[in-house]
T-cell receptor, first 116, second 112 residues
């Protein structure tokens, strides 16, 4: 596709359930990022993938959060045993170049997660 | 650690008036600075970026921003607001690991 796509666009789940969020980056983009956007706050970095390198997981808030990137393309963010504080918009971005000073990140529309 | 402060969570201007959205950053290294816009129910879109070339950066949709090192600022401006400019605007700076550090955002409201 022309841009970054994410699915689902909305997800409502019950506390304690696991959820999977999907990101399809722009074709050919080697870098992929996940962010969390909570109401009234800026974006919070979660994880960064670059090619076949080990991901930078330094932003993951707890061990309930994990992410994979298969074949250097599609990525899945998994949240286990969801809590109400996990409610947020989860944004995915991709970039043609590795993380650097001038690279531009292109964002998907996000997945709005609501944990009841 | 780097940080970004956007003054005003909401800014309201009349259509045709000057838009000024403020961004101040803290950085111990020459900064890479960005402005993104988020329209309702859409992803963030890059407006413009400063990468140590010209201090006045022109972006899309008539927006521009000026890097002022002495003031550690990177304010976003547009001479004449349009209704279509109503959105949320985010300022961001790269840290020493080239990780984007984001401001909390400013919602721009355009009054007819």
């Amino acid at each position: 596709g022309a841009g970054v796509s994410q699915s689902p666009s909305n997800k409502v789940t019950e506390k304690g359930k696991d959820v999977e969020l999907r990101c399809d980056p722009i074709s050919g983009h080697t870098a992929l990022y996940w962010y969390r956007q909570s109401l009234g706050q800026g974006l919070e970095f979660l994880i960064y993938f670059q090619g076949n390198s080990a991901p930078d997981k330094s932003g993951l808030p707890s061990d309930r959060f994990s992410a994979e990137r298969t074949g250097g393309s599609v990525s899945t963010l998994t949240i286990q045993r969801t809590q109400q504080e996990d409610s947020a918009v989860y944004l995915c971005a991709s970039s043609l170049a590795p993380r650097g000073g001038t690279d531009t990140q292109y964002f998907g529309p996000g997945t709005r997660l609501t944990v009841l | 650690a780097q940080s970004v402060t956007q003054l005003g969570s909401h800014v309201s201007v009349s259509e045709g008036a000057l838009v000024l959205l403020r961004c101040n950053y803290s950085s111990s290294v020459p900064p890479y600075l960005f402005w993104y816009v988020q329209y309702p129910n859409q992803g963030l879109q890059l407006l413009l970026k400063y990468t140590s070339a010209a201090t006045l950066v022109k972006g899309i949709n008539g927006f521009e921003a000026e890097f002022k090192k002495s003031e550690t600022s990177f304010h976003l401006t547009k001479p004449s607001a349009h209704m279509s400019d109503a959105a949320e605007y985010f300022c961001a700076v790269k840290d020493s690991n080239y990780q984007l550090i984001w401001g909390a955002g400013t919602k721009l409201i355009i009054k007819p």
